[in-house]
């Protein structure tokens, strides 16, 4: 006869749905837009989001090369903030936004934080007194329209490389196969020809563009050089997300699923 006694649920808080990580998703309890971006340089939200914090996470990390930012989850009781008002609104949480430096669009070359704001510490101040003039004024809108750019560009590919994917790749293989299979065999990140995947390359070039229409240039051109003969619809995806058509020359590579037997180099891996 076993002597095993089992646990009562009570010492096992990890089988409740609710507990501490629910704070870190304001949608459990109806909050929308709950995830921005608030940068310290300009003292206003660029970009608020409702769904993914780690996607915004990404994004910010993304922004840092050209200004200051901080992840903020909204608390229930701070204002409803939109893409379309978020500029007009600031922070009386200054405390820990001392070192981001000081109002103005400068390249700041620090990586992101995430935190949780605070009650009441969001307010409305409308637009900010040193982005009056015509020329300031148009480069923070252009700064904003560039972190939304790369908000939906990181959630189109980040989506759609998961989402296609239909092997193991190279990162579930280092994980938890480390040594377990031929060092010649060839593992990829994605379905791609991108040496360290479509996920890292997008977010280098996001990075590192210098505006909108050169980072859309460069996300065409990878996708040009990387995934010619990819079947999995990978980069179809990625552009329908993005919500653009896909160059000329790229949408006439073909739909997904068409598989070219002479240069197909998507090799099936069963484990």
Not at 35 to 44: A, E, L, Q
Not at 153 to 177: D, G
Not at 209 to 234: C, E, F, M, N, V
Request: charged share 25%; with cysteine; aromatic share 14%.
């Amino acid at each position: 006869m076993s002597d095993y006694t089992p646990v009562p649920e009570s010492s096992k808080p990890w089988l409740a749905d609710n507990g501490f990580h629910e704070t870190f998703y304001p949608l459990s309890w109806g909050k929308e837009y709950s995830y921005t971006i608030f940068s310290p340089g300009i003292n206003r939200f660029l970009l608020v989001d409702t769904y993914d914090p780690w996607i915004v996470y990404e994004t910010a990390k993304v922004l840092s090369s050209k200004v200051s930012t901080m992840v903020y989850i909204l608390d229930q009781v701070t204002p409803t903030i939109t893409n379309e008002n978020c500029l007009y609104y600031t922070t009386l949480h200054k405390k820990l936004e001392k070192g981001f430096g000081s109002p103005g669009i400068t390249s700041h070359r620090q990586t992101s934080s995430l935190s949780k704001i605070p009650k009441d510490m969001v307010v409305k101040k409308g637009w900010s007194a040193d982005f009056t003039s015509d020329d300031r004024k148009a480069a923070l809108i252009r700064l904003q329209e560039y972190s939304r750019f790369c908000l939906r560009c990181v959630y189109a590919v980040t989506i759609a490389v998961n989402h296609r994917i239909f092997f193991p790749e190279k990162e579930y293989l280092e994980a938890f196969f480390d040594g377990q299979y031929p060092k010649d065999f060839k593992v990829r990140y994605d379905t791609t020809t991108a040496e360290e995947g479509m996920i890292v390359l997008i977010k280098k070039i996001l990075y590192d563009a210098s505006s909108l229409d050169q980072a859309l240039d460069q996300i065409h051109d990878a996708w040009r050089q990387y995934s010619s003969k990819d079947p999995s619809g990978t980069r179809q995806l990625f552009y329908g997300i993005l919500g653009i058509n896909q160059p000329d020359d790229l949408e006439k590579l073909g739909k997904p699923g068409v598989m070219d037997k002479e240069n197909n180099y998507q090799t099936m891996w069963v484990v």
